[in-house]
Structure formats: structure tokens, C-alpha cells
């Protein structure tokens, strides 16, 4: 009899178990994409708004400068803190500073007008709130859901994340022209405070993980040398990270070569090169989709990635036919269309190799350093974006644009081949 009121106890248990887990995936997807929306057509919507405002290109690379540079350098203490403090309240509170941020500026507008300082500062101070939320987000995932629906939830963040970046331009730029930048900035704030409100219902620590309770840091500075010092004696994390940020920071001239091409070489419209761009979240999105409905074999994650890898360095120096002498006598359409072609198959191939890593280091990681690590690797995978940006610029104005993609595109499969020939790693 006992034996059986305790198996019932066990089976009612596992049926709430359950039922939060499916309710942690709807209201973080549903959390994620309002947030990921609101942040999509904010950005869109400030850029037009700045060049409208001044018509100046360096006003406007001067606003992407601040949504960039402040998550360049917060990241590791947005770590340090996530492993620190309730990750649930910083989630939380972020989105809804984030809110209350666009709803001040709204208000502000309200009695004088939007200026340049003005857009500089909520661009930084929103970038900031992001770096935070993001981060104990991302190190949350693994206690939101069990195992085996780790790889399901990364994929809906991804879903999330494409579809976004697909549809946020496109009803930053109707809303914005609808409405007008100020309500634009109200219907923002308010969606960041829905995202936040929704935040509240998720159960943060429903599968926890082993936990190292004997490593305490006793202050930020401290905490983030022992985020440090864990990701140097983790082989695995350490050996991963080592591939993604060359793989980062080399797949960083296709945002110098993709623009040259479309717009300079193939005298691409406005309209033309923005349909172009769609073949990258496309593929992605796709992508997502089918890692979310079919279960993914978890065994030698990096064997495929490195496999995946060297796909990745082909389709890259695609790139290259388009702009060359080979293509060049085909039509400005057609070649414009093979970039579009290219490019969602490469969106697809990202995410073959993003969403396994991402859940090989989540399962890794040990909770109680899953922030500091984030932090570092976001520091560090965002710190040699700029560096790309100027070496691969100075290389487009010294050699033919098609060459770029394709010196890059072999630079990446000899990466591949190193990690085909890494036995340490391959074993994992």
C-alpha cells in the first residue's frame, strides 16, 4: 500500500514537472520575442530617424557605436552578476528598465524634441540593459527546461532570433512611417514591460544542476578572475572557443564584402539589396524550425560542427561568384538572386553549427559559472568584430571585391580541416 501511494506521489510530481516545463518554453518563447521585436524595430527605427535627423553617415555609425561598445565592455560583469545575484530578478528587471527607459524618452518627447544626445544616451543606456538580460538569460536556459528539450528551447530562441531579425525592419519601418518616432518609442517601452510581466510566471530553477557550493568569490573583480580562470582549465569550452572566435572573426569581411557587392558592384536598390539580406534570417529560421520539431542526435557534437565547418568555408567563397569574371555576363538580377540563394543557404548551415555548440557549453558549464563564461566569450567574440571590420574594409579597397569572400572562405575551411585533425576534440 505504501509502495503504492508513493509511486502516485512520484507520478503527480512528474505531471507538475512537466506542466511548468512546457509552461517555462511557451512564456520564455513568448517573453523572447516580444523583447527580441521590440529591440529589432527600435534599432531600425532609430537609425532612419537619426539620417532623417542629420543625413550624416557618421551620425548614424556614431549611434551604432553606442548600441555596440557598452556590451563590448559590461559583458563580463553582466557574468559576474548573473552568477551572483537571483538570475530570475535580474531577467526581470532589466526588460522592465529597458521599458520604463523608452517609455522616459516617450515622455520627454512629449516637452521637447528628440536630439542627437538624446538617442546617443537611450541607445547606450537600452544596449546596456540588454547586455545584463541577455546574459542571465542565456545562462538560465539550462534550469528552465530538462536534457533532453535543452536542444528544443535553444531552437526556439533561435526561431525567435531569425524571425525577428526578418520581420523587426520591415514593422520598425511601417510603424514608424504609421505613427512617427515618438508613439514608435511608446508601443517599445510598452511591449519591454509585456516581456518583463510574462518574465515573472517562469520558474527559473525547475532542473537544477550540480552546483559547486565551495567556490564563492568574494567580490566583481574576483568573480569574473574565477569566470576567467575556469574557462582556461576547461579544455573543452576553451578548445570551442578558440575555433568560434577565428570563425567569428573571419566571417566578419562578409559584412564588408555582402554590402560592396550588392550595392557598388551590382548597383543593387535600396529595396533590392533588403530582399537580398532576407536569404540569411530565411535560412536560418528554416533552419530552426526543423531543429525544434526533430530530435538531434547529441553524440560527437563536434565532429559534425567540424564537419559543418568545412560546408561553411565552400558556400563562403560562393560569395565570390557573383562579382566575378565568370558571372559577370550574366544580369544584375540573376547574380543579385544567386547572393540571395547563397545566402540562405548559409543561414542554414549557422545554425547546424551555432545550436549544437550552444548546448555542448550549456551542458558543460557548471551553473555556478555559466554568467562569467557567457560574459567572456560574448567580450571577447564582440571585441574582434571591430578589428575584422578594418582589416577586411582596408583588404575590399586593395584587390577585386569577389577575391574577399573567397580568401576568406579558404582561411575558414582550413579551420575546419585543423579541427577534423584535432583528436582531443573530435573524441568529444
Known sequence: MAEKIQLDENLRITKVKERN????????????????????????AIGLFVLKLTGSGASFALAILFGMVPRIILSPFAGALADKLDRKKMVVIMDLLSGFLMLGVFLLTRVTALTLPIVYF??????????????????????????????????????????????G??????????????YFLLLNGLSFVCSGISEMF?????????????????????????????LKEHKLIKGIMKYVLFLNFIAMSLTISLPFTSVEVLKATPQ????????????????????????KDHDKIFQKTAKNTLLFGVIFML???????????????????????????????????????????????????????????SMAAQSISPLGLILFG?????????????????????????????KKMMEL
Open 21 to 44: 516545463i512546457k509552461r517555462n518554453m511557451g512564456l520564455y518563447t513568448a517573453g523572447s520575442a516580444v523583447s527580441s521585436l521590440g529591440t529589432y524595430m527600435y534599432n531600425f
Open 122 to 167: 537611450s541607445s547606450a543606456m537600452l544596449t546596456i540593459f540588454n547586455t545584463f538580460f541577455g546574459v542571465a538569460l542565456g545562462a538560465s536556459v539550462p534550469n528552465l527546461v530538462d536534457e533532453k528539450r535543452l536542444m528544443k528551447i535553444n531552437s526556439f530562441r533561435s526561431t525567435i532570433d531569425s524571425s525577428t531579425s526578418l520581420v
Open 319 to 377: 560569395f565570390g561568384l557573383p562579382s566575378s569574371p565568370i558571372m559577370m555576363s550574366f544580369t544584375r538580377h540573376m547574380n543579385l538572386l544567386a547572393i540571395g540563394v547563397i545566402s540562405f543557404v548559409m543561414g542554414t548551415v549557422i545554425i547546424a553549427i551555432n545550436i549544437p555548440l550552444q548546448v555542448m557549453m550549456q551542458k558543460s558549464i557548471d551553473d555556478q559559472y555559466r554568467g562569467r563564461v557567457g560574459g567572456v566569450i
Open 272 to 295: 533590392e539589396y533588403g530582399i537580398v539580406q532576407m536569404g540569411f534570417p530565411l535560412g536560418m529560421l528554416v533552419m530552426s524550425i526543423l531543429y525544434g520539431i526533430f530530435k
Open 202 to 230: 517562469i520558474d527559473f530553477n525547475i532542473y537544477n544542476r550540480p552546483v559547486n557550493h565551495n567556490v564563492k568569490a568574494q567580490s566583481m573583480l574576483a568573480s569574473m578572475k574565477e569566470g576567467i580562470l575556469y
Open 394 to 422: 582596408f583588404m575590399i579597397d586593395h584587390m577585386s571585391s569577389y577575391l574577399l569572400p573567397v580568401i576568406s572562405g579558404i582561411m575558414i575551411v582550413s579551420i575546419a580541416f585543423l579541427m577534423l585533425t584535432d
Open 169 to 182: 525592419p520591415l514593422l520598425g519601418g511601417i510603424v514608424y512611417a504609421a505613427i512617427g518616432i515618438q
